[in-house]
């Protein structure tokens, strides 16, 4: 497929594209970025994107499928239709399915999984103890050489500091990344939501903010003694994102995420018992909310992600303490970022295309968010002035836990291309 896209105010952070120009794509990767009249007479596929951001697809490094053994939340094949339609053309897909990701087998499944049902681009994120059980590492060599890009156990941490610090001197050895969910379950202490007195009023059980603080300074300690890169998943208070701040400042080869909840959403949210508001790590406070967007403006948070985590409706919709944690948010993580972090002058549209598909790209090792000729064409085109509102029956997920329902958000992806093939064309799926 010959694809031509016109007059597009093309953002390419990698490149340093940041200007009104044409892309040409032929035979699945970016052939020409820029005019050219020897096109002129060539049959192709013409998009006019005047007025409209042309970037490269989104990368999200922090998701689940649910695939293999949980598909009635979601699979390989709807995920990463939602993942579509949010502009995402890449995922990691995290291993805390049943069974386990924790094998060279499991791995391959997905790959192949996704060759034949996926409409982006799937990489697996293998685990770091077999079973997630934190007592013996699994096969992180066998999972690397069969697609894993990265490891993880994430949804648990890994209590057992000198596991983590063997699982951070392989993953080095075989160039992967090491993404670590920091909770002290100790400090956590079974709680529900964000410690203070929002959960004193409800009469629930409060999450310390130094569930996390404690274990993500632990992880920087190991990679700062080491010599070994962590990557931080979910950073939602102040405390890590400044534990960040100081450990990039001393030459620690520590990276970090946050997502869209945590500098759009605070603990209020959880009022009237909101199960769609439960999570982990839990929605903290204002002063927090304001933490994170400082990391992300000054650079200590290099990456946004969804965390994407579809659950049943029974799954939700249950008293707040059975409730399971999670929110689907591949579909409106765009919209959130461009509303509540561009408009609102936090970041620009180059620093956020950056952040949700450079630096991802970047920490996992892959080859994707960049429109340089010769790269395969994964690219999006959104106006980010487009209003649109978020009606959960209307997204693609099989689940429909999110907190936006009935939220305005702007910059709706109109066309979605995908290893140079049109996927989603003026809002509709291909």
């Not at 940041?18 to 794509?25: L, W």
Request: aromatic fraction near 4%; glycine fraction near 10%; charge should be negative.
């Amino acid at each position: 497929m010959k694809i031509l896209i016109k007059n597009g105010h093309v953002v390419d952070p990698v490149n340093n594209i940041d200007k009104v120009t044409d892309i040409f794509i032929d035979k699945g990767v970016i052939a020409e970025v820029g005019a050219d009249s020897e096109l002129e007479g060539l049959e192709m596929e013409v998009i006019d994107a005047s007025g409209k951001i042309v970037s490269p697809g989104l990368v999200d490094m922090h998701v689940h499928l649910r695939d293999p053994g949980q598909e009635y939340k979601e699979d390989i094949e709807t995920g990463t239709k939602s993942a579509a339609f949010g502009g995402v053309t890449s995922v990691a897909c995290m291993p805390n399915t049943k069974p386990v990701v924790d094998n060279e087998a499991l791995v391959t499944y997905i790959k192949s999984k996704a060759k034949d049902t996926g409409y982006v681009n799937v990489y697996p994120i293998g685990a770091i103890s077999k079973g997630l059980q934190g007592k013996e590492l699994a096969e992180i060599g066998e999972m690397k050489f069969a697609g894993a890009v990265a490891i993880s156990d994430d949804g648990r941490p890994v209590v057992d500091s000198g596991l983590m610090r063997r699982a951070m001197e392989y993953a080095d050895m075989f160039d992967m990344t090491v993404i670590s969910h920091c909770e002290d379950l100790g400090l956590a202490n079974d709680g529900y939501m964000n410690e203070g007195p929002t959960a004193t009023a409800m009469g629930l059980r409060g999450i310390s903010r130094a569930s996390e603080e404690v274990m993500v300074s632990r992880d920087i300690l190991i990679a700062e003694a080491t010599g070994t890169a962590i990557h931080i998943a979910h950073v939602s208070t102040r405390g890590s994102v400044e534990l960040v701040r100081q450990a990039k400042k001393r030459g620690v080869r520590v990276t970090c995420e946050t997502c869209p909840h945590y500098f759009t959403l605070t603990e209020k949210a959880v009022e009237g018992f909101n199960t769609n508001a439960k999570m982990n790590p839990p929605l903290r406070t204002d002063d927090d909310v304001e933490a994170i967007k400082e990391g992300l403006a000054d650079g200590t948070i290099d990456c946004i992600v969804t965390d994407h985590a579809p659950h049943h409706i029974d799954e939700k919709q249950c008293e707040f303490a059975l409730a399971y944690n999670g929110i689907i948010g591949l579909e409106t993580s765009l919209g959130l970022s461009l509303k509540y972090l561009v408009k609102t002058g936090v970041l620009t549209i180059t620093e956020l295309i950056e952040k949700m598909s450079v630096n991802p790209s970047k920490i996992l090792g892959i080859s994707k968010g960049s429109l340089a000729e010769g790269k395969i064409a994964d690219v999006i085109i959104f106006d980010p002035e487009k209003e649109w509102t978020v009606d959960i029956n209307k997204l693609h997920s099989k689940s429909k836990n999110s907190p936006y329902d009935g939220w305005t958000l702007c910059g709706k992806p109109e066309y979605v291309i995908v290893n140079g093939e049109i996927v989603i064309n003026q809002g509709i799926l291909l």
